[in-house]
């Protein structure tokens, strides 16, 4: 059986889900360059982005959204389903 990566993956998952970026708050985990352009596609279609999440503090420096920290999405989420969270990491997809 052939696996599928996870590109196949994440993109039956997010049109699967379409509505959900319509619907909830959307959190970017990932803030590097995957991350900075999901930001811009979401943008372009209206899509309004609340914060990023990113386990480095020095990228809240040049985003164009808070940045929040691995513990404040847990706290965020725990109880929370008002959240749909879009991995932006290739580099980091398996740890995330």
């Not at 997010?14 to 596609?41: D, Q, S, T, W």
């Not at 386990?55 to 109880?79: F, G, H, Y």
């Amino acid at each position: 059986m052939q696996e599928k990566n996870h590109t196949e993956i994440k993109d039956y998952e997010f049109i699967y889900n379409i509505n959900a970026l319509f619907e909830k708050k959307i959190i970017l985990y990932g803030a590097g360059v995957h991350g900075k352009r999901m930001y811009a596609l979401l943008k372009a279609i209206n899509v309004d982005v609340e914060c990023f999440c990113d386990k480095n503090p020095s990228v809240k420096k040049c985003l164009p959204a808070p940045v929040i920290s691995m513990n404040e999405l847990k706290q965020r989420t725990t109880d929370d389903s008002s959240y749909f969270i879009i991995v932006s990491s290739g580099e980091f997809f398996e740890e995330i």
